[in-house]
């Protein structure tokens, strides 16, 4: 049975093999602005950027974590931590405290607010996940989960090469 292909974006042959150049870069970077956009309009209430998410999250499961701990674990700069702390930080959601081991090492924390808000944030990330789920089979979703697995794998490979 042929596969109807249901994204123009990806280029399909009539004999449905893909096309000599797949576009997968193009919808993985549609698919992140879509999820930046329904995260703004569902976070708008708290004034939290997508990439403050990530790290709220991180830290629902991590509290006190390091500066150093979080870019390590969101794999992202040290200076995109700071920012999205300092913007956490003006909108009372976390606070930084000092290592009392090392006075050179902030500890990041949630404040009350910052908990108050989990079940919500919860609830949103839950509705962005059914809402690009929808209609996929269970095995579909382990199949798509191993993909991604393995473009992230490969993503962390490059970028480990290119740190040599």
């Known amino acids: 049975m042929k596969q109807q292909n ?39 209430d708290f004034d939290i950027g997508g990439g403050q998410l990530s790290l709220i999250f991180y830290l629902y499961k991590h509290n006190g974590a390091s500066q150093d701990e979080l870019s390590r674990a969101l794999e992202v700069d040290k200076a995109t931590i700071t920012r999205s702390v300092h913007k956490l930080e003006k909108e009372g959601i976390v606070k930084r405290q000092r290592d009392e081991q090392d006075h050179r090492v902030n500890r990041i924390v949630l404040t009350e607010a910052g908990f108050s808000i989990q079940n919500e944030l919860k609830g949103i990330a839950l509705l962005w996940h059914d809402t690009l789920l929808e209609g996929f089979s269970n095995d579909e979703i382990v199949q798509l989960e191993l993909l991604f697995g393995k473009l992230l794998k490969n993503a962390r490979n490059y970028k480990n090469s290119q740190l040599k």
């Open 6 to 44: 249901t994204c123009p974006e990806i280029g399909v042959k009539k004999d449905g093999t893909l096309s000599d150049f797949s576009q997968l870069g193009k919808l993985i970077s549609i698919l992140n602005r879509a999820g930046q956009s329904f995260f703004a309009h569902q976070t708008s």
